[in-house]
């Protein structure tokens, strides 16, 4: 479901809760002001108490700017079917969407992201 009217601690608690094991320190230490400003620059879905992702448009292209799941519902095969409502909400918004990853991120991240189509553009190393 999209949270409609955009609210940082949505936001905020996803990120913490998600990227707890993956590293996602960026934002960690930002306020209130920086989270509610955040939420409503993007376009945020969940599968409540689930997972999120994040829809960021930038030039008429659109990043998934974060994607995952809750530790506890990895391997269910829902991150394959957030996924994929990512991607078809992304191309109605953009012409093309994108997604950064790293070694840091989930051990089926990029299968799956490879799985429903997406081609890599950049390695780096």
């Known amino acids: 479901m999209r949270v409609d009217q955009p609210d940082g601690a949505v936001n905020r608690s996803f990120y913490a809760r998600v990227g707890e094991r993956y590293s996602?320190?960026?934002h960690r230490d930002k306020d209130e002001g920086w989270w509610q400003a955040h939420a409503e620059r993007v376009e945020t879905w969940t599968i409540p108490g689930?997972?999120?992702?994040?829809?960021?448009?930038?030039?008429?292209?659109?990043?998934?700017?974060?994607?995952?799941?809750l530790p506890e519902f990895h391997g269910r095969g829902l991150g394959g079917h957030l996924l994929e409502h990512a991607l078809r909400r992304g191309?109605?918004?953009?012409?093309r969407v994108w997604v950064h990853t790293c070694s840091l991120d989930g051990p089926h991240a990029l299968a799956n992201y490879l799985a429903r189509g997406l081609v890599p553009y950049r390695v780096e190393r």
Request: a negative charge.
């Open 50 to 69: 689930t997972g999120y992702y994040e829809l960021d448009k930038v030039a008429g292209d659109v990043e998934i700017a974060y994607f995952g799941l």
């Open 24 to 26: 996602w320190l960026d």
């Open 91 to 95: 191309l109605e918004l953009g012409v």
